[in-house]
């Protein structure tokens, strides 16, 4: 079945620093989304990517689609303590009309003060 | 707009008890419901899915059972409670047609005894 990857699966940074964590796929996706749940919380949709080679802003939040819809990042410029917490990226499953997603295993950030 | 309710929040059972988990979307019609389960640390797994009434499909084998009575409620449930059921559920919504896009809910702690 289709499998999507998160690398890396923690990372701590000093506040101000830059952060990124990648999304691969094993297929090609018709569109992916990013999801970041804080501590003790839940999942909250953050975007959603469907055009190859697709960029888009939030703030310090960027978000890339690749050229083959096969691969995504997020990077957050100058993290700050708010951005704390497990970004997942997700793919809706291959075949016509799939209802389901599939989540990678996320990217829990640390953001040291 | 929208809203996903789910209850309880936390939740303490001994092995071999029954579960009911609740989940109710206000504010969509026919949406397309999901639980989740989110084990300590670790990603989303897909449990169920449905969309519409009755119709429940299971992505895992358990001893878990989901029930959709109605068009905005989604009902998991165990007859029998095991360690290995502890977690994080979460309740999702997404819209019934178009690019499925995971709305959760805030979340069910159960703690297995």
């Known amino acids: 079945g289709q499998q999507v990857m998160q690398i890396p699966q923690y990372q701590h940074v000093q506040e101000g620093e830059d952060f990124t964590t990648y999304c691969n796929s094993s297929?090609?996706?018709?569109?992916i989304q990013w999801y970041k749940q804080r501590p003790g919380g839940h999942p909250v949709f953050l975007i959603q990517?469907?055009?190859?080679?697709e960029v888009k802003k939030q703030k310090r939040l960027t978000f890339q689609f690749g050229e083959a819809k096969k691969n995504s990042s997020l990077h957050i410029t100058a993290t700050q303590t708010t951005d704390v917490g497990t970004y997942f990226c997700?793919?809706?499953?291959?075949?016509?009309?799939?209802?389901?997603?599939?989540f990678g295993k996320g990217t829990k950030l640390s953001v040291i003060p | 707009s929208q809203t996903i309710h789910q209850w309880p929040a936390t939740l303490v059972q001994p092995v071999g008890s029954p579960l009911s988990l609740e989940c109710t979307v206000e504010?969509?019609?026919?949406?397309?419901l999901y639980w989740y389960r989110q084990a300590a640390g670790r990603g989303l797994q897909l449990l169920f899915y449905?969309?519409?009434?009755?119709?429940i499909s299971s992505e895992v084998p358990q001893n878990l059972s989901a029930s959709r009575p109605q068009d905005r409620q989604f009902i998991l449930s165990s007859k029998k409670l095991l360690l290995s059921d502890s977690g994080f559920y979460l309740c999702?919504?997404?819209?019934?047609?178009?690019?499925?896009?995971?709305?959760f809910g805030p979340g069910t702690r159960l703690t297995v005894t």
């Open positions: 999702a919504w997404s819209v019934p047609q178009g690019r499925p896009v995971g709305y």
């Open positions: 449905s969309v519409g009434i009755g119709q």
């Open positions: 997700a793919g809706p499953d291959s075949g016509a009309g799939s209802y389901q997603l599939t």
């Open positions: 297929t090609t996706l018709s569109n």
């Open positions: 990517l469907v055009k190859s080679g």
């Open positions: 504010g969509t019609s026919n949406p397309n």
